[in-house]
């Protein structure tokens, strides 16, 4: 597993917990929506998806609630609790100074290089 | 694949579960299925379906595998298959040869109840190793692939099995044959080990495992010690016992693997391989006091699950980069 593939793995949670901090949903639909918001590439297959979330349930970061629309199968419906959006506030902080740090970090030379006038 | 197909191998591949716990879990993904369905913008000619299906789904063993290392199921036989062992059956091999066989003692020393003690040791150990992979639990194998290799490894060091042109065991074309396949079988169990430790990215793990690695160095540097009069007054562990049998290592038995393999909750699973290190480490520390370099050598298991559980927290609470922990 490249290094990008890990941090993709690795920052799962966090994109469960943004999708869900603005509104309960089932898997499917979660899995829809982090396709549509991040243009494909942050896709991820059902069988990742779902044992992170049931991880996230014996974290406390969501709770779920089994629904059955009308005609429909049953769904299980997931939502965010406050320690779910206290690790997603904390979280997003983290993830930003990681890139900010990154970039900083691997643009440097080029920065330098350009301050020299040359 | 199509729909049913995909449930059914998921089904196979949750066996572990419950019948409540599978029926919940398969509820969950049929629910996604029939989501995906309904959804305008997927496939419908049948072909199209199954195809985009078994790409957003993965696999059903990856999906049950997933699943299991999150919910773990039935842990208590995991439990109950480290704690039941250790305390029933392996510290009593020996007394029972020597009861059964009385005279074997008086013979010579291969037929011997500690020479054949450790062989029924050796198989018993190879069972579990076998039955933690038909489990397909990672955790029991972290726990009883490290214990086999020790126990084969003890016997080549008691047996002195690595001078295969010389020793009393390899005088016979058919002592050294047994050996080498000693010599050979601890290292394929080794490597296995080392890969295992590579693989898996869950440092609870990867400390369960290397426990037994530091309790041995501790064995065998206080045995080299006490065999060239290291300790005139005598090694004097400390004698406290319940019951006349169960002292704190055996206490300690029965607890940590109740913590460990029972609880849900890291700190908790931390806590019971702590209990697992903090007895034996403590009494032979307590009787050790002669030597700095041993107590050092007697403080490292504890040393080890502090450490790895102050990063495991640490790390917790910064950006996750491990995949299958």
């Given amino acids: 597993m490249t290094d990008i593939q890990q941090l993709r793995k690795g920052s799962t949670p966090m994109l469960i917990l943004s999708i869900l901090a603005e509104g309960n949903k089932h898997g499917y639909a979660i899995m829809r929506e982090l396709e549509q918001r991040s243009e494909g590439y942050f896709s991820m297959t059902a069988a990742l998806l779902y044992p992170a979330l049931h991880q996230m349930e014996q974290e406390g970061l969501v709770t779920s609630e089994w629904e059955q629309p009308a005609g429909q199968h049953k769904r299980k419906m997931y939502a965010i609790t406050p320690a779910g959006r206290k690790r997603l506030s904390s979280g997003q902080a983290e993830w930003r100074q990681f890139v900010d740090r990154l970039f900083t970090t691997m643009n440097g030379p080029a920065h330098l290089h350009m301050g020299d006038g040359q | 694949m199509n729909e049913p197909d995909y449930l059914e191998r998921l089904k196979a591949g949750l066996s572990g579960f419950s019948p409540e716990e599978r029926t919940v879990l398969l509820e969950e993904i049929a629910g996604h299925i029939e989501a995906a369905r309904d959804d305008p913008g997927f496939a419908h000619d049948p072909e199209g379906r199954s195809q985009r299906l078994a790409a957003e789904m993965g696999s059903p063993e990856d999906m049950s595998r997933g699943l299991r290392e999150v919910h773990r199921p039935n842990r208590w036989i995991d439990c109950l298959l480290v704690m039941l062992p250790g305390i029933l059956v392996l510290p009593w091999v020996n007394v029972i040869l020597q009861l059964l066989f009385p005279q074997a003692g008086e013979l010579t020393f291969a037929s011997s109840a500690l020479f054949i003690g450790i062989r029924v040791t050796i198989a018993l150990h190879a069972g579990l190793v076998i039955v933690s992979l038909l489990r397909g639990s990672r955790a029991l194998l972290a726990f009883w692939l490290p214990e086999t290799i020790l126990t084969i490894f003890v016997l080549c060091f008691r047996e002195k099995r690595w001078q295969l042109m010389r020793g009393y065991f390899n005088s016979s074309p058919g002592g050294v044959i047994e050996s080498l ?42 045995g080299s010690l006490i065999s060239t009069g290291g300790f005139p007054g005598g090694y004097n562990l400390p004698q406290w016992t319940l019951f006349g049998y169960f002292g704190p290592h055996q206490v300690g038995h029965v607890i940590w693997p109740v913590l460990f393999y029972l609880s849900r909750q890291r700190p908790l699973r931390w806590l019971g391989l702590l209990v697992y290190a903090l007895p034996l480490a403590l009494m032979n520390l307590l009787a050790s006091t002669l030597y700095p370099a041993l107590v050092m050598l007697w403080s490292t298991p504890v040393l080890l699950v502090v450490w790895a559980w102050v990063v495991d927290v640490v790390q917790g609470r910064q950006i996750q980069l491990k995949p299958d922990a």
């Fill in chain 2, 181 to 222: 396949f000693w010599l050979a079988l601890l290292t394929a169990l080794a490597v296995w080990l080392m890969i295992f430790l590579q693989r898996t990215r869950e440092p609870l793990l990867r400390v369960l495992a290397l426990l037994p690695f530091l309790f041995t160095a501790g064995n065998m540097a206080a």
